[in-house]
């Protein structure tokens, strides 16, 4: 189990499979959900100030259900469920035999909010939600989740997503909060701001922006392209599975230094992605009423896994060296732990119950 040093407490990360070492401490009351396309983390925290994240990714693959298939992935401690007669892998396994076997995996969501065309992403879901959460403390023990803002390019919001997870969280003896997802980076990660700044969620369905003034979003949005975006546009340049681009872009990229074909057509969709982004930041802030007047250059921190590959935060400078911002920017930089920012950002509101 990993250790990480935040900027307050303790954290400790551990997968969905792990028990994690809050269960051996009294817990305070709250908890704290990430809600991801790509990922599910929880975050809790004990009575001594360390916090145990646990960390899911967000899929799925159905196989044939037969007696050998069942008995292998019981010796391989690989998780399933049966769902209508078929055998269903969940979580980081399900990645990992998509990529065996060259199939897609499924995924319970699409474009940040739960998918329309997955007829089992509800059950699935609750599943994954189970093994990350647990049992409530006490009952009725606020569970802050994160959820996206609206998208400005495309034509849905977020209501239907918002009630189903709010409802999952319920049955399961949770008081469900939602918190805009870019919120909760403006939450974990500028405390020595006065929570002044912008945050934004880097994430597999959507990136989501939130600026802030002294804790009070002042503007959030979200936009689709993001994580999945890439992968989609890569695997369709180079004639792959989009799983097999996830791999790609996950085995150790550096976007500053590609050095083939395959990395070449990632950097060349992540500096796109980047550019469309600060675009639409710096239109939305010209074009907001009401914001507020910063006195003093603001921070942007990024968090999520898009974020992870290496040469983000350069090529992030980069792309913002050739805009006119229309406010000053003090730093530009990852959060410390990118891909816990959200979880942790939602524990903090949990605690705090604000």
């Known amino acids: 189990m990993g250790t990480h040093e935040a900027t307050e407490p303790k954290v400790h990360s551990a997968s969905a499979a792990a028990a994690g070492g809050a269960k051996n401490s009294k817990l305070e009351l709250g908890r704290g959900l990430d809600v991801g396309t790509a990922n599910l983390a929880s975050a809790c925290q004990d009575v001594e100030g360390n916090v145990t994240i646990k960390l899911q990714r967000n899929a799925f693959i159905d196989i044939e259900a037969d007696d050998y298939t069942r008995t292998m992935l019981t010796k391989l401690n690989v998780q399933y469920v049966v769902i209508n007669g078929k055998m269903v892998v969940v979580g980081d396994p399900a990645f990992e035999l998509a990529n065996i076997f060259n199939r897609e995996m499924r995924r319970p969501m699409k474009d940040g909010v739960i998918s329309p065309k997955e007829t089992e992403a509800m059950p699935i879901e609750k599943l994954l939600l189970e093994n990350l959460l647990g049992t409530p403390t006490q009952p009725n023990e606020n569970c802050y989740f994160s959820v996206p803002a609206d998208p400005i390019d495309a034509d849905f919001n977020v209501v239907y997503h918002k009630g189903l ?34 945050g934004i969620s880097c994430g597999g369905g959507m990136f989501n922006i939130c600026v802030s003034y002294k804790s009070i979003p002042a503007l959030s949005f979200s936009t689709s392209r993001a994580g999945d975006w890439i992968d989609r546009n890569v695997a369709t340049v180079l004639g792959i599975k989009a799983s097999r681009a996830t791999a790609i872009k996950e085995k150790g990229v550096n976007i500053l230094n590609p050095r083939n074909r395959e990395e070449e057509a990632v950097e060349i969709y992540y500096r796109n992605l980047i550019s469309y982004t600060l675009e639409n930041i710096k239109r939305r802030f010209e074009s907001a009423s009401g914001m507020p007047t910063f006195p003093e250059p603001v921070e942007i921190v990024c968090s999520g896994g898009t974020s992870l590959v290496g040469g983000f935060i350069e090529v992030f400078k980069d792309e913002f060296d050739r805009i006119k911002f229309p406010i000053p920017v003090k730093n530009i930089r990852r959060a410390e732990d990118a891909l816990y920012s959200v979880a942790k950002g939602c524990l903090v509101a949990a605690l705090s119950d604000i």
């Open 165 to 198: 997870f709010s409802g999952i969280l319920k049955k399961m003896g949770y008081n469900p909060k939602p918190l805009l997802e870019g919120h909760s980076v403006v939450f974990a990660e500028l405390a020595n701001d006065d929570f002044t700044g912008i």
